[in-house]
């Protein structure tokens, strides 16, 4: 692995629509840069453009709120269509206050208000749109890997970002929850330390560390780089890396402590 990591933000990539192309619009933005990519490569894809690609826009007027929705807004304060948005894209709520809703999304994801946003997300002519999370975000970064290795010919890795709050923390921060072609978690347990001690608990979050270094570029705003070229983070030569999908990041609630 190489001792220098470079990340690299595609600039001037279009809004994104329902049914765009994202690898010829990655391809667009690599070929701008001028950026060639090589075996090895890892491209961070915001969430948000995979959403808005694949239709995952919903307009609220849309939306008929149930009598359970209706409690919950009352107590929290939200917006009925949205919080009967955020019951269907959960398995169960974990937290509620004025503001926020803490839920396990269906994918399994512990998270605010089931991810769902309205941030850089289009309206217009009376709409009031919001952007729910991808279907599967882990066969989402598939495709997208399967088709730009096919259009480029080489070898990288997708990992599809979001932004989470943190437990104990203030603040956002990268979060990945689809990944194709890396070690999502990478088990480093069975291995030595520089004195030779080994390894009982230890396991890297790959996946997780390089949204989170991709999300420095990306912005939380109205920056308008939702995709990110890293490379120098080649796993290749270890035998301990396997291919892992990020949903093998999520805890499970039997070793979770604060559930």
Do not use: Y
């Not at 075996?39 to 969430?47: C, L, N, P, R, Y």
């Not at 009967?84 to 269906?106: D, P, Q």
């Not at 975000?137 to 480029?152: F, G, I, V």
């Amino acid at each position: 692995m190489s001792n220098q990591i470079t990340l690299t933000a595609l600039q001037d990539l279009p809004l994104v629509k329902s049914g765009d192309d994202l690898c010829s619009l990655i391809t667009d933005g690599l070929t701008r840069l001028p950026l060639v990519l090589c075996d090895g490569d890892i491209i961070v894809v915001a969430q948000k453009i995979i959403s808005k690609a694949e239709g995952r826009t919903v307009n609220l007027n849309t939306v008929s709120p149930s009598a359970r929705a209706m409690e919950l807004a009352g107590e929290t304060q939200k917006d009925a269509r949205v919080v009967e948005l955020i019951l269907s894209e959960s398995k169960s709520i974990v937290r509620k206050k004025t503001g926020v809703m803490i839920v396990e999304h269906n994918r399994g994801w512990i998270m605010a208000n089931a991810g769902i946003d309205a941030s850089n997300v289009r309206s217009d002519g009376g709409e009031e749109n919001v952007l729910l999370l991808p279907l599967d975000p882990e066969q989402s970064a598939t495709n997208l890997r399967d088709a730009l290795m096919q259009r480029h010919g080489c070898d990288v890795a997708v990992v599809i970002s979001d932004s989470f709050g943190r437990p104990w923390r203030l603040g956002t921060t990268g979060v990945a929850i689809g990944a194709s072609g890396l070690p999502s978690l990478w088990d480093r347990r069975g291995e030595v330390d520089l004195f030779g001690r080994k390894l009982i608990v230890t396991q890297q979050a790959i996946a997780d560390e390089v949204a989170t270094a991709a999300s420095l570029l990306q912005g939380q705003t109205a920056e308008g780089r939702p995709v990110v070229h890293m490379r120098g983070l080649d796993f290749r030569g270890h035998a301990s890396a396997h291919h892992r999908p990020a949903s093998d990041l999520i805890r499970d609630i039997a070793e979770d402590m604060f559930r």
